[in-house]
Structure formats: structure tokens, C-alpha cells
């Protein structure tokens, strides 16, 4: 069945640091790939997707560039701030009978310290 | 836009009663409501899928019985939790999608409840 994959473990960081973190994916056709980000105390919400290969999601310098050839979906940011901490879901969709079915990475404590 | 509310925000029940949560989608219509439950430190569950009108499709693994899931209106799907046990106790999340062809392919989740059953 379809799965995702994070990389193990929090990532803790400077303010301005590189932030990457990666995930690769197991599906059947041509899923769509999504970022969501849970900031503490709050529910999951949409950072970024792609919807094809080669697809570029982008949202609030956040980026990541849907992979077929490696099967991956790896969030980057250039520059991290303090309010960039949070829990980072890789997620695709199965969109079976039209229902967005999503299937989840385990997510990444991400920790911006100044 | 677009937001989802969970009802309530954390319950502690004792053993053997039941709880019921209560997901509903605040601006917008939602035909396909999804319960998850997140266990500490681990990822997002697929539970069920709730259809508007009609019976919920549970995963495998899932106990239907156990776990009843209605979705009476386009705005309010609910989870409950029967005869609830210590091991139930986790954090539960529901999520939304557009209906017909207002549909993106973006889920709107919940605040998420957090079950504690002793």
C-alpha cells in the first residue's frame, strides 16, 4: 500500500540555519504530495503540495520539488526563524472513489533556537 | 476559510463509559470527513472515512463497533468512543474536504481532542 517516510528524529537548529528535511514515499499511480505543519497547540495545517512530477510547492520560503525518479518530496528552507518551529508531516494522497485519503510520515519536531 | 472545529479540546472518562467527539466544519461544506488518531511521537492513523448520509468506511484493523462514527449533516461528523478502555486514551483528529467541485484536493484538520480514559 502507499506509505511515507520521514527521516528519524527532531531537528534542532540555529535562527538562519538550512533546514532540510526528507522524505521519500512508496505509492501505486500518481499520487499528490503535501507538507503540513502543527504548531503547538494548533491542528495540521496545509504548508505546501505538488500534484505532478517535477511539481514545485512553495509557501512562506518553505519549498519542495515532487521527485519521481527518487521518489521523494524533501522540504527545504534557506533561512529559519524561532516561529518555524513546529511538527513537519509529509503526507500523500490517495484519492480513492475522489476522497483524499492521506497517508502520513511519522513528522519532524522541528526546534528553531535564536 | 475554511475552518474545522473539534468539540471538546481534551475529555477524561473513566473505564467503561463512552465519549463522543464532535467534528464540524465551521465556513464551509464537507461531504468526506476523515478521523485519524496520533499516538505519542508516532504518526497519523487513518481510522475511518465519514461519508454524509451514508455508513463510515473503517481501515483494517479498526473496530467499527468500537469506534461509531456519524455524520448526520454537511457541517457535523461525530466519533464515539464505546465502552472506553485505558488504551484508548489518545489524541484524535478529524479533517474535511471541500465538497463537489470546490474540492482542491486540501484536507482542513481539526485542533484534534485528546482522550484520557483511567
Known amino acids: 500500500g502507499n506509505s511515507v517516510t520521514q527521516m528519524e528524529g527532531p531537528v534542532t537548529l540555529s535562527e538562519e540555519a538550512f533546514l532540510t528535511i526528507n522524505c521519500t514515499y512508496t505509492?501505486?499511480?500518481?499520487?499528490?504530495l503535501f507538507w503540513y505543519v502543527q504548531y503547538p497547540g494548533e491542528g495540521l495545517q496545509l504548508l505546501l503540495k505538488a500534484t505532478k512530477a517535477d511539481d514545485k510547492g512553495s509557501n512562506k520560503g518553505f519549498e519542495a520539488t515532487y521527485r519521481k525518479e527518487t521518489t521523494s518530496f524533501h522540504l527545504e528552507k534557506g533561512s529559519v526563524q524561532v516561529s518555524d518551529s513546529a511538527v513537519y508531516f509529509c503526507a500523500l494522497s490517495d484519492r480513492l472513489y475522489g476522497n483524499n485519503r492521506l497517508a502520513f510520515g511519522k513528522g519532524n519536531q522541528v526546534v528553531v533556537i535564536p | 476559510g475554511a475552518v474545522v472545529s473539534q468539540h471538546p479540546s481534551r475529555v477524561i472518562c473513566k473505564s467503561g463509559t463512552s465519549v463522543k467527539i464532535e467534528c464540524r466544519s465551521l465556513?464551509?461544506?464537507?461531504?468526506?470527513m476523515f478521523w485519524y488518531r496520533q499516538f505519542p511521537k508516532q504518526s497519523l492513523m487513518l481510522m475511518a472515512t465519514s461519508n454524509e448520509g451514508s455508513k463510515a468506511t473503517y481501515e483494517q484493523g479498526v473496530e467499527k463497533d468500537k469506534f461509531l462514527i456519524n455524520h448526520a449533516s454537511l457541517t457535523l461528523s461525530t466519533l464515539t468512543v464505546t465502552s472506553a478502555h485505558p488504551e484508548d486514551s489518545s489524541f484524535y483528529i478529524c479533517?474535511?474536504?471541500?465538497?463537489?467541485?470546490?474540492?482542491?484536493?486540501?484536507?482542513?484538520f481539526g485542533e484534534g481532542s485528546r482522550l484520557t480514559v483511567l
Open positions: 479533517s474535511a474536504q471541500l465538497a463537489g467541485a470546490l474540492n482542491t484536493g486540501e484536507l482542513f
Open positions: 505509492a501505486t499511480g500518481y499520487p499528490s
Open positions: 465556513d464551509f461544506q464537507a461531504t468526506t
